[in-house]
């Protein structure tokens, strides 16, 4: 059995605040101060919620709008540290600050599988997948010491070839980018940063790891892209149709533009700061 995956989404409720105080940042345009890891954010209160959560773009936070932690902090706090906070026991805080990413990272890969065995084009391969699922939810499992130990590398590189094998079953079924113009522009890692891509047909484009920061994408239909990776900072997604966009996560949305047109997968949110306003029409 695989997870509905509304429980790989952050819950604060359910956190000793790990995000918080576990992941650096630097004063930028993402963020209004400097902090160490291992540092309390200076927002983060006694309960650890944030103290400034409905105002974080206005104060400078834009960077904490746009993460999550795909239910990493629940279960470390939870069930890895069995409900004890890092305040409660200072001595083993470290350790729950340093095994935070290594949980982060297998939570990621369990929102990926989960969509592709949900995927009625990966049939021939959800065998796989439903054992890779099963492989890293039992390592989600072990004890902060092992889960420092883990070689992630080479269970994700396993975990990657099942998700490329999808990527390819779900693109198959699209048509074919038109031109050779298209085909030699639009790829894998492909650099997009402030391409002009209104109303494009995308459908089963290789998106994956490509820059589309600032692109304009309005309009554009991405229907079956695969877009595992991809860096979406200010893209303007409004009016465009994501609805079945393949390894889309909520915080690739929160990095972009939207509106009230643009059309999501069931499993997203429409972020709160996205336009209510239709594309403007050209």
């Known amino acids: 059995m695989t997870p509905d995956r509304k429980h790989l989404r952050g819950d604060c409720d359910n956190c000793f605040g790990l995000c918080c105080v576990a992941l650096p940042f630097a004063a930028s345009a993402d963020f209004a101060i400097d902090k160490q890891s291992g540092q309390p954010c200076r ?20 960077g904490c709008t746009v993460y999550d932690c795909f239910g990493a902090g ?17 001595q083993a805080a470290r350790l729950m600050f340093e095994v935070y990413p290594v949980m982060w990272h297998l939570q990621e890969l369990l929102w990926y599988l989960t969509e592709a065995i949900e ?71 492909a650099d997009l940063m402030g391409a002009k891509l209104q109303n494009a047909d995308l459908r089963g484009a290789n998106l994956r790891g490509s820059y589309l920061i600032a692109a304009d994408l309005r309009g ?48 997203l949110n429409r972020p709160e700061h996205w336009s209510s306003k239709k594309p403007a029409t050209s």
């Not at 990527?167 to 030699?184: E, F």
Request: net charge positive; glycine share 6%; with cysteine.
């Open 119 to 189: 995927h009625p084009a990966s049939e021939t391969i959800r065998p796989q997948l439903q054992a890779a699922w099963e492989e890293t939810e039992r390592l989600t499992g072990l004890d902060a010491e092992a889960l420092l130990k883990l070689d992630f590398a080479a269970h994700r590189a396993g975990v990657n070839t099942l998700l490329l094998q999808t990527s390819d079953l779900v693109r198959a079924k699209a048509p074919k980018l038109k031109t050779d113009s298209q085909r030699k522009k639009i790829g894998r890692g």
């Open 43 to 62: 927002n983060l209160q006694d309960d650890y919620r944030c103290g400034i959560h409905t105002r974080l773009r206005q104060q400078g936070f834009r």
């Open 74 to 90: 629940q279960k470390l706090s939870q069930h890895t540290f069995g409900s004890r906070s890092w305040r409660q026991e200072p």
């Open 220 to 267: 554009a239909d991405l229907r079956h892209a695969d877009l595992i990776g991809a860096d979406m900072r200010d893209t303007d997604l409004s009016g465009a149709d994501l609805s079945e966009s393949l390894f889309l996560t909520q915080v690739q949305l929160q990095a972009a533009k939207g509106n009230a047109d643009t059309k999501l997968p069931p499993a």
